[in-house]
């Protein structure tokens, strides 16, 4: 019934400074960008290598997103990666924090978490 993931849809709080963490940083490309004037707020679809997208939005005055302690609701949002190692480096090269590399205990994969401008956090998880 399901075929995979088409999108996820992000709420940013400084439009600009999420667009280039997402773009430059995590290297998604810019697939449609509009600014939507009825409701004074960008949208930005942004693709990856595997067809699946992400919206990132801005809309004016919305709630910040608790992310600690965790709340209930989406957790995080995960990234395949190849190598893990080169991913990690390029984030920490572009002043990204990153959490040190742990091992899935059930799969024994390779992952570490680090956080949006916004502190979403996101998880690499590697192949």
Known sequence: MLLGVHH?????????????FYTQILGLSIIAEH?????????L???MPDGSQIELFSFQDAPARPSY???QGLRHLAFKV????????HLKQSGVAVEPIRVDE??????????DPDD?????YEL
């Open 69 to 71: 302690p965790e709340a």
């Open 8 to 20: 996820a849809a992000i709420i940013c709080s400084n439009y600009e400074q999420s667009k280039f």
């Open 45 to 47: 679809d942004l693709g």
């Open 35 to 43: 600014y939507r004037e009825a409701r004074q707020s960008w949208k």
């Open 106 to 115: 059930y799969t024994g994969k390779r992952f570490t978490f680090f956080s």
């Open 82 to 89: 190849e190598n893990l190692d080169t991913v990690v480096a």
């Open 120 to 124: 979403l956090p996101l998880e690499l």
